[in-house]
């Protein structure tokens, strides 16, 4: 057991989270001999438990206080619903596994300007790491799906962009099983991909490269610690340096375990990290000097999801979740998604409505939906419903952003919660025109029927499983909550290394870039105090498919 003064230490570094920042904080940080501690708020997930989400509705969803004890949320505020997972593996359990790399659009946004950094020259080795860890390859598969995608492409006059997506899946040979086939034998048994189109129930196969088979399986073979099921509730810097964690069982009653460490580094997924955050600043006032920007510039990657319901006795869905993509101009991009466990979505689809203003948007949606009542019925009760939906996931480069804060609840207003607002900035969209043309151009090309997410139509949502920010990086805390380290302005030793320090949208799949700011963020952290093992060379995997060409900017 270390120390710092006369306090004994459980760890050198507790990892709280472990998500795409975590796990790769947890290897990084094993391999430069530090005693890691990583605390996940989910459940260890088995392939049976993967399995029995399939089935059983309470295994797949994730809200402890009403016995769902599974593994997908979902938030919804008053400006933006936020999808994501929870688990060991974090949001690599319900991610579809696409790699896609930022454009020079995110290098050259002003708010990473600002940190006087050369990030697109700097972050590159590390993405290029981040995508071996993660077995990037080119999507070998091309089904229906994909040929609808390239026809709406065509339609609105892009088909040139038209193109495969890298994912991280091992394809191997369909449902083989052989051993590790990345880490020269380090790694677990593998098997090639099914073609399921489950990817979002997570993958209990062996196919997907989600972090429990990579970052996560190493930092545990190594001399990593992670203990799932610890729920953090504060922090508190101790006098001699170092840090109180205090965590709870997230369903059970009992005394919180009371852990200390050197250092803690939050990767809790923007929602944990910015609830704990302000939970002690402003309630515990345990962290009492972190920034007043604390939930400013949250973003959703300006996103909008819509979906085509193809007619009766078709099937789409054979392939990875996601396979093919297209940018309609150079601010934005489409993906198709295949959601194979997407039973959820029956009753959140509506018709297809246009229109900015969120107000009258969803009077028309409303009429829409009065005047036509069987039309929805049909959309609810379809049978073969999964197997027929495509959804189209819509990014762009448009900064525009929300703001996150700690305040009292309207359903229980004894307690304080996230809740959002409208900043004096363009606000996270509800609505992208060009989101709701390719959808059109989609379902002419495949007969299906177009949709938008009732939730933005009638609820003026932006609906998001990218959402970014919040804690972002800065050149001093008037600007940002962590500086271009990581590490949180007025309380050395704490860190931040997950989607919300990104301080602007990607306009793609984030992923890679969160694992790539992380893998920056380990190789620069300080070297432990009193190693606890050797120093490691850092593992890394065989050479990486290279990324999509980026799209140029329009002239």
């Not at 760890?11 to 530090?34: K, N």
């Not at 085509?308 to 093919?324: E, H, K």
Request: hydrophobic residues 40%.
């Amino acid at each position: 057991m270390g120390h710092t003064g006369a306090v004994p230490m459980d760890a050198d570094v507790i990892v709280v989270g472990s998500g795409f920042g975590g796990s790769v904080s947890a290897l990084r940080l094993t391999e430069a001999g530090h005693r890691v501690l990583v605390l996940e708020q989910g459940r260890r997930l088995s392939d049976a438990d993967l399995h029995a989400a399939r089935r059983d509705p309470r295994a797949y969803l994730w809200q402890p206080g009403a016995r769902l004890r599974g593994f997908f949320w979902q938030r919804i505020f008053r400006h933006v619903a936020v999808i994501g997972g929870s688990g060991v593996g974090g949001g690599s359990i319900v991610w579809a596994g696409v790699l896609l790399e930022p454009g020079e659009e995110f290098y050259a946004a002003p708010a990473m300007r600002r940190l006087g950094v050369d990030w697109s020259r700097e972050l590159g080795p590390y993405l290029r790491r981040a995508a071996g860890m993660l077995g990037r390859v080119t999507s070998p598969h091309r089904g229906p799906m994909d040929d609808h995608l390239r026809e709406a492409a065509q339609a609105v006059g892009a088909e040139s962009t038209y193109g495969p997506v890298p994912l991280a899946i091992h394809f191997g040979r369909p449902g083989v099983s052989e051993p590790d086939p990345f880490f020269g034998g380090e790694g677990p048994e593998r098997t090639g991909c099914k073609l399921c189109g489950e990817c979002l129930l997570g993958c209990p196969y062996g196919a997907k490269n989600q972090l429990t088979r990579n970052y996560l399986h190493l930092a545990e073979r190594y001399g990593a610690e992670i203990r799932p099921e610890q729920q953090v509730t504060s922090l508190r810097p101790l006098p001699g340096g170092g840090y109180e964690v205090r965590a709870r069982h997230p369903w059970r009653s009992g005394e919180e375990q009371v852990l200390r460490a050197q250092r803690v580094v939050l990767a809790a997924g923007v929602l944990g990290t910015l609830d704990l955050l302000f939970r002690c600043r402003d309630e515990l006032g345990t962290l009492p000097r972190v920034s007043a920007e604390l939930g400013a510039h949250v973003r959703t990657n300006s996103e909008a999801l819509t979906a085509v319901l193809q007619p009766p006795g078709q099937d789409l869905s054979r392939g990875p979740t996601i396979t093919s993509d297209f940018h309609p101009d150079p601010q934005t991009h489409v993906t198709q998604n295949r959601y194979v466990g997407g039973w959820h979505m029956r009753l959140q689809l509506g018709p297809l409505v246009d229109g900015d203003r969120p107000g009258p948007r969803a009077v028309r949606t409303l009429g829409r939906l009065l005047r036509a009542p069987a039309a929805q019925v049909r959309v609810a009760l379809a049978r073969g419903f999964e197997r027929r939906l495509t959804v189209l996931t819509t990014m762009q480069h448009v900064d525009n952003e929300l703001a996150l804060e700690l305040r009292r609840s309207p359903v229980r207003p004894w307690r304080r919660v996230l809740r959002s607002r409208v900043t004096h900035g363009r606000r996270a969209p509800s609505h992208l025109p060009v989101a709701n043309e390719v959808t059109r151009a989609f379902a002419a090309a495949s007969g299906g029927r177009p949709l938008n997410l009732l939730g933005e139509t009638l609820g003026g949502l932006s609906v998001t499983a990218h959402v970014l920010g919040g804690a972002v990086m800065g050149p001093g805390p008037e600007e940002g909550v962590v500086d271009a380290r990581h590490e949180v302005f007025g309380h050395p030793g704490l860190y931040v290394a997950d989607a919300s320090v990104i301080p602007a949208n990607l306009g793609v799949n984030p992923s890679l870039t969160i694992a790539a700011l992380a893998e920056r963020f380990a190789a620069d952290f300080p070297a432990p105090l009193e190693p606890a093992r050797p120093r490691r060379v850092p593992v890394t995997a065989a050479s990486p498919a290279p990324p999509r060409p980026q799209i140029p900017e329009a002239s």
